[in-house]
């Protein structure tokens, strides 16, 4: 059973940063990322990387703005948020599961944290 605790969720002005931290325990997956969902709509995916190395990938509304990233040490993968929007409010999850890293696909999900942007 893999669990999966997120935080650093905040509230920001439009054009602030914020980062999140996801701390892993237990069995492993592949890819672990980020997802987001926002009131009345459904989950999103935002960000993935494969914890052994290699590329990560992006949606395309967050791509040039977020960063994701490891400490394998640490057993934790962070979200760098840049450059925030209003339209990036949402309660953001971290998942783990095989890639590619999707909704259908992930396997264990974090609890979740509340990003909100003030315009």
């Known amino acids: 059973q893999v669990q999966l605790v997120e935080s650093g969720g905040g509230l920001v002005q439009a054009g602030g940063s914020l980062r999140l931290s996801c701390v892993a325990s237990g069995r492993t997956f592949s890819n672990y990322g980020w997802f987001r969902q926002a009131p009345g709509k459904e989950r999103e995916f935002v960000a993935a990387l494969n914890w052994s190395g290699g590329s990560a990938y992006y949606a395309d509304s967050v791509k040039g703005r977020f960063t994701i990233s490891r400490d394998n040490a640490k057993n934790t993968v962070y979200l760098q948020m840049n450059s925030l929007k209003p339209e990036d409010t949402a309660v953001y999850y971290c998942?783990?599961?095989?890639?590619?890293?999707?909704?259908?696909?992930?396997?264990?999900w974090g609890q979740g944290t509340q990003v909100t942007v003030s315009s």
């Open positions: 998942a783990t599961g095989p890639a590619p890293l999707t909704t259908a696909r992930a396997r264990s």
